[in-house]
T-cell receptor, first 115, second 111 residues
Framework: GAVVSQHPSWVICKSGTSVKIECRSL??????MFWYRQFPKQSLMLMAT?????????EQGVEKDKFLINHASLTLSTLTVTSAHPEDSSFYIC???????????FGPGTRLTVL | QKEVEQNSGPLSVPEGAIASLNCTYS??????FFWYRQYSGKSPELIMF????GDKEDGRFTAQLNKASQYVSLLIRDSQPSDSATYLC???????????FGAGTRLAVHP
């Protein structure tokens, strides 16, 4: 149980384009999902907390207009990186929290490369 | 001072030994604590969590928590080469939904 999927697993795009990443909880309902970014050999950095049916809460320093988050259902959250630039190249990982619990289960991650 | 401190390692232990991974945290409001394992190039996977002071065992893993000292640890018994990974300590931020991740300790188990 508690399986989280992400799509795509990797993406290469040109500078200036937008990329959408999907995060799905497959066998449970997740009222809260989280988006993280991890650069090589660095720690996980929380970007935003996504609550179903409401606006995401962004961490300090994360541009909400650049990283658009939508959490339209209890099993799906999306992250759109708008006008991507090479410095946005990173490993993007989502996690989902079981309703009423603290535990977060992570998706397999999406590796984004912006040329 | 970082919110969550972990020795970056690498911690090198021989196969079959006990690996001891330590973590200190600054938020006294934290009530739940999680250990995740992350293999290189992969996303974190949950090992176990602990809420109460003392020890909690799950198979070869034992989590230890001392809230007064703001200290949490993970012991891995009978370490295997497949345990070689980065171990992330993550207290839940007091009053918030989110976890605060440490930078992780890299464990290397050699045959």
């Amino acid at each position: 149980g508690a399986v989280v999927s992400q799509h795509p697993s990797w993406v290469i795009c040109k500078s200036g384009t937008s990329v959408k990443i999907e995060c799905r909880s497959l066998d449970f309902q997740a009222t809260t999902m989280f988006w993280y970014r991890q650069f090589p050999k660095q720690s996980l950095m929380l970007m935003a907390t996504s609550n179903e049916g409401s606006k995401a809460t962004y961490e300090q320093g994360v541009e909400k207009d650049k990283f658009l988050i939508n959490h339209a259902s209890l099993t799906l959250s999306t992250l759109t990186v708008t006008s991507a630039h090479p410095e946005d190249s990173s490993f993007y990982i989502c996690s989902a929290r079981l309703s009423g619990a603290d535990t977060q289960y992570f998706g397999p991650g999406t590796r984004l490369t912006v040329l | 001072q970082k919110e969550v401190e972990q020795n970056s390692g690498p911690l090198s232990v021989p196969e079959g030994a006990i690996a001891s991974l330590n973590c200190t945290y600054s938020d006294r409001g934290s009530q739940s604590f999680f250990w995740y394992r992350q293999y290189s190039g992969k996303s974190p996977e949950l090992i176990m969590f602990i809420y109460s002071n003392g020890d909690k065992e799950d198979g070869r893993f034992t989590a230890q928590l001392n809230k007064a000292s703001q200290y949490v640890s993970l012991l891995i018994r009978d370490s295997q080469p497949s345990d070689s990974a980065t171990y992330l300590c993550a207290p839940r931020a007091g009053g918030y939904n989110k976890l605060i991740f440490g930078a992780g300790t890299r464990l290397a188990v050699h045959p």
